[in-house]
């Protein structure tokens, strides 16, 4: 079958306030214009043809985001599934290609929206990471456990921050009943990370929830906070990102080598450290999903899900 074209940071306990346009999609805008940023950042559709001309006799390997990615962002983040259009594209991608989601979420919960089997989990930021077999090159061996899966199958889990989670699990108590009075926040568990929503929450709330965050977090010094698209994410200090899940997960998966081009497709600050490793490498994809100018070190971009879909479509019809 042949494609088709359609139109188409990390900071530290010293956080800024929230301004006003954080509460805005245009958080990290860039002052410049979206016809000037395509011209750095051009369309992964338009390009296709061009980037599967660059990978033949090469071996490519899929990343994706999931939230702002896979499925739309939504008020509610417990209701942000992905369409089953979408979730047949990234089956299509899975039979075809290597392929892993890396999701700030909770791992257990991208599992639950993708239902796919076949493919590489990665939560937490990457600090929680199912895997065939474990790495001798990442981590050490006292991060990885070997366990049996509801369905028998013999796993590798990687959790590099596993001595920090009875603190994870305090300061979640804590920020729960710190915003308790804050109308339309929330604090999500993710197990190795919390994220604080504030999507819902009213402008001139915005301030004491900033606050009420870092009072909390000043009785845990390794720890830190980084922003996301309305959302304050919590996550241990530790030299552990998507970067380097991702390098982690193609090096349990045997495609550590330079034939190998990685795609990654992400929306989110946090998928910049996947953007920076995959730059670094000096080969692959790094594409940004966006429909605004931003900062990134994507080469190429998508304005949203649906051009994810085309784009994952025409990758798996690709001949």
């Known amino acids: 079958m042949g494609y088709v074209h359609l139109p188409s940071q990390t900071l530290g306990m010293d956080i800024e306030p929230i301004p006003k ?37 090469k071996k490519i390997v899929v990343f994706l985001d999931y939230d702002g990615t896979l499925s ?21 991608v899975a039979e075809r290609f290597p392929t892993a989601i890396v999701s700030g979420r909770r791992r257990e919960k991208v599992q639950d929206f993708v239902k796919l089997d076949g493919i590489c989990y990665a939560g937490s930021h990457g600090m929680d990471i199912i895997s065939p077999v ?26 590099p921050a596993a001595d920090f989670l009875p603190k994870v699990e305090e300061i979640f108590k804590l920020l729960t009943l710190g915003i308790n009075n804050i109308k339309g926040s929330r604090v999500e568990d993710n197990k190795f990370c919390l994220s604080v929503h ?50 982690y ?13 990685p795609i990654y497709l992400g929306d989110d600050r946090t998928d910049e450290d996947a953007f920076k490793m995959i730059t670094t490498r000096g080969e692959g994809y790094p594409i940004i999903v966006s429909s605004v100018p931003k900062e990134t070190m ?18 798996a019809r690709w001949r």
């Open 198 to 247: 504030f999507r819902c929450v009213h402008e001139k709330d915005t301030n004491t929830l900033e606050a009420v965050v870092r009072s909390v977090l000043e009785g845990y010094p390794d720890f830190r906070i980084t922003r996301g698209k309305k959302v304050l994410e919590v996550r241990p200090l530790m030299d552990w990102d998507k970067g380097h899940a991702l390098e």
């Open 21 to 57: 346009t954080s509460f805005d999609e245009g958080d990290d805008m860039v002052c410049e214009s979206y016809s000037s940023w395509i011209m750095k950042h051009p369309s992964a559709l338009y390009e296709f043809e061009k980037i599967m001309k660059a990978t033949q006799n």
């Open 249 to 261: 997960l193609l090096d349990t998966l045997g495609f550590d080598s330079s034939d190998v081009v």
């Open 134 to 159: 474990s790495s001798k090159k990442f981590g050490g061996q006292g991060h990885h456990r070997r366990v049996v899966d509801e369905k028998g199958n013999e796993i590798v889990l990687f959790q």
């Open 298 to 315: 994507a080469s190429y971009s998508l304005r949203d899900t649906k051009e994810v879909m085309q784009f994952l479509q025409n990758l």
């Open 72 to 92: 739309d962002i939504v008020d509610n983040p417990d209701k942000a599934f992905m369409t089953e259009s979408m979730r047949s594209a990234v089956r299509e």
